[in-house]
């Protein structure tokens, strides 16, 4: 039955292009051209807080496991368990459709080098190698055993880029420089090896989420200097963390007792914390702070916002008669009050959405600006 895959493939490179998802020959070559099935031999169903792996054991589960993985769909392929006991994916193949967008915006031509964080299953490498040929491809993971795989798979496809299993923070300097960098993880700033190991001109192209997980996928293009300067993308792209232990997979949050804590009101909706507004208000919040919901029956009943050093603030996320919102906070800051502060900074802003942010990164610095690299409107990611 996998003698059917291509016929699938080209109807994915159909949709992918009805979508306006993909628009380059070269491309659909690569989507059409390379079986996924090889790269995805199972997957991971998510059935409430657990997951269960699906794999293809008679007709009717393999025509279905071809289905789903020739569809425009994010592939849970790693699944282990976090310090709390709860499931936690730590390894994807990733939706099709944003995968041939990032391809695209990388802008990679004939004869570049690229380096890729993040193999996961090795289809993104794939892709690069159908497309550049394999000796012009670079990929790196965390963890050995998703680089073996992927090395295997790869190589019965006829694919063999350079793969090492390394802390991706630190990229492979043995092979710089590349043109390009792109990542399947998303990173709090931009490691200062990416910027020294992309060739003057080369770009990089990555999800830059605080501390709140709230960001986007962001452009750079390395000048003359090792600066990397450029503007997150205008539609959206989101990934797994990069972890520099195999064994870290999460945190246990910590505890919020709402029926404690001093209490007041406050006319921010902890809603708009669920938006783009959530980029900005990260840089406002103490280093630490972790974002959570209440979830009663299914629905969220309240925002937190916890910090190590004991302080967290819960917002109900229903307003009382008078329209304001409820607020419980504790510890030796308010944190619900740098949200409003926060809030009523991005309001006098215009309420910018995300993307009109930008980004200029130093091996030292790095600093996120508004419309402008010289913005007066700006704000320092820790490094």
Same mark, same amino acid.
């Given at each position: 039955?996998?003698?059917?895959?291509?016929?699938?493939?080209?109807?994915? /490179?159909?949709?992918?292009?009805?979508?306006?998802?993909?628009?380059?020959?070269?491309?659909?070559?690569?989507?059409?051209?390379?079986?996924?099935?090889?790269?995805?031999?199972?997957?991971?169903?998510?059935?409430?807080?657990?997951?269960?792996?699906?794999?293809?054991?008679?007709?009717?589960?393999?025509?279905?496991?071809?289905?789903?993985?020739?569809?425009?769909?994010?592939?849970?392929?790693?699944?282990?368990?976090?310090?709390?006991?709860?499931?936690?994916?730590?390894?994807?193949?990733?939706?099709?459709?944003?995968?041939?967008?990032?391809?695209?915006?990388?802008?990679?031509?004939?004869?570049?080098?690229?380096?890729?964080?993040?193999?996961?299953?090795?289809?993104?490498?794939?892709?690069?190698?159908?497309?550049?040929?394999?000796?012009?491809?670079?990929?790196?993971?965390?963890?050995?055993?998703?680089?073996?795989?992927?090395?295997?798979?790869?190589?019965?496809?006829?694919?063999?880029?350079?793969?090492?299993?390394?802390?991706?923070?630190?990229?492979?300097?043995?092979?710089?420089?590349?043109?390009?960098?792109?990542?399947?993880?998303?990173?709090?700033?931009?490691?200062?090896?990416?910027?020294?190991?992309?060739?003057?001109?080369?770009?990089?192209?990555?999800?830059?989420?605080?501390?709140?997980?709230?960001?986007?996928?962001?452009?750079?293009?390395?000048?003359?200097?090792?600066?990397?300067?450029?503007?997150?993308?205008?539609?959206?792209?989101?990934?797994?963390?990069?972890?520099?232990?195999?064994?870290?997979?999460?945190?246990?949050?910590?505890?919020?007792?709402?029926?404690?804590?001093?209490?007041?009101?406050?006319?921010?909706?902890?809603?708009?914390?669920?938006?783009?507004?959530?980029?900005?208000?990260?840089?406002?919040?103490?280093?630490?702070?972790?974002?959570?919901?209440?979830?009663?029956?299914?629905?969220?009943?309240?925002?937190?916002?916890?910090?190590?050093?004991?302080?967290?603030?819960?917002?109900?996320?229903?307003?009382?008669?008078?329209?304001?919102?409820?607020?419980?906070? /504790?510890?030796?800051?308010?944190?619900?009050?740098?949200?409003?502060?926060?809030?009523?900074?991005?309001?006098?802003?215009?309420?910018?959405?995300?993307?009109?942010?930008?980004?200029?990164?130093?091996?030292?610095?790095?600093?996120?600006?508004?419309?402008?690299?010289?913005?007066?409107?700006?704000?320092?990611?820790?490094?």
């Amino acid at each position: 039955m996998t003698d059917q895959w291509q016929a699938r493939a080209e109807a994915l /490179a159909d949709k992918l292009t009805a979508d306006g998802d993909l628009h380059t020959a070269e491309w659909r070559a690569a989507v059409c051209g390379v079986p996924r099935h090889e790269l995805v031999p199972r997957y991971y169903e998510q059935e409430g807080t657990t997951y269960r792996l699906v794999t293809p054991d008679d007709d009717a589960s393999r025509r279905a496991w071809l289905d789903r993985v020739y569809s425009d769909t994010t592939l849970i392929t790693a699944v282990v368990a976090d310090s709390s006991g709860r499931q936690v994916p730590v390894s994807s193949s990733t939706k099709p459709d944003l995968m041939v967008r990032m391809l695209e915006a990388l802008d990679v031509r004939d004869g570049h080098r690229v380096l890729e964080v993040g193999t996961g299953t090795g289809y993104n490498a794939a892709l690069l190698s159908h497309r550049l040929g394999a000796d012009r491809v670079f990929s790196i993971d965390l963890r050995p055993e998703l680089v073996d795989a992927a090395a295997e798979r790869l190589a019965t496809m006829g694919y063999r880029p350079v793969l090492r299993a390394v802390d991706g923070s630190g990229g492979l300097p043995e092979h710089a420089p590349y043109d390009r960098i792109i990542a399947t993880c998303s990173v709090a700033a931009i490691p200062p090896e990416w910027i020294e190991q992309t060739a003057p001109g080369g770009l990089i192209l990555v999800d830059v989420e605080g501390q709140l997980s709230a960001g986007n996928l962001v452009l750079l293009r390395r000048g003359d200097e090792p600066v990397a300067e450029g503007k997150f993308l205008d539609w959206y792209g989101r990934f797994m963390a990069l972890r520099h232990d195999a064994a870290s997979v999460g945190h246990a949050w910590p505890t919020v007792d709402r029926s404690q804590g001093e209490e007041r009101t406050s006319t921010v909706n902890p809603v708009e914390l669920d938006g783009g507004f959530r980029f900005l208000a990260q840089f406002r919040l103490p280093p630490g702070t972790l974002h959570t919901l209440t979830v009663d029956d299914g629905t969220p009943t309240a925002t937190c916002l916890t910090n190590r050093d004991g302080s967290w603030s819960s917002v109900d996320r229903a307003a009382d008669e008078s329209g304001r919102y409820r607020v419980r906070s /504790a510890g030796p800051r308010d944190l619900w009050a740098d949200v409003e502060h926060a809030y009523d900074e991005w309001r006098a802003m215009g309420a910018p959405v995300w993307h009109r942010f930008g980004l200029t990164a130093t091996p030292t610095t790095q600093r996120v600006w508004l419309d402008s690299p010289d913005s007066p409107h700006a704000w320092n990611l820790d490094t």
